[in-house]
């Protein structure tokens, strides 16, 4: 079953991708299995899933010791600097900084560990109060300050815009990423060795995502079903 809700979703990218002149090859999709135990992570990869978002890091930590099979693992959760080397030893991609004291942290250790991260700056586009996030007109001066940490490969941005019934409504936040991205990539402020990652589109609006240029959607509910707790 979480295979069928896989190659159902992988059909519709490609649509997403061919009805806006994309190729279907650039968007990746990961499967959000935090709350869901290690056999339906299993049973995805097993079925050729190779990307997972997990928010949680002790969660995440002990399903990442246990898998078998060369998964890659991305953290989406709200990150504290007092675990960051744990975030720096178990996943590929890190999609969640969002202020310097993190960027420093996670360096810091990358450093210690010979390691070079890629990162993914978390932007709060809905100007959300209470949300995880840099607020657009901080990003600059965030991405600037980075640059001194070169154990930080930086590939891009990730958003999450505000809970929204209708897909559509989110697609000005869409769009407002992307343009943010490619005006620091034209601005040389990411990784030169990386193209311009864009991490935005869930369940509910993941198609709309596509349409805007995203090339990483984090899909949990529409592939392991509802999850007991809210997280
Ligand atoms: C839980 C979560 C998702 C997945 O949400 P679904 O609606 O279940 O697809 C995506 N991104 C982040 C940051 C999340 O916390």
Redesign the pocket.
Known sequence: MISDNIAHINARIKVAAQTSGRNAHDVRLIA?S?RKPLAALQEALNGGQKDF?E?YLQEAVAKIAAISGPAIFHF??PLQSNKAKLAVSHFDYIHTVDRLKIAKSLAKHATDMGKTQKVLIQVNVGREGQKSGVLPEDTEELLNRMQEYPALEICGFMT?PPFAQEPEANRRYFSELRELGQGFQQQGLLAAQSPLELSMG???DYEVAIEEGATMI?????IFGVRDEQ?
């Open positions: 959000v935090k978002g928010n989406i959760g999450m869930m369940s509910g984090r899909v949990g509910t529409a997280g």
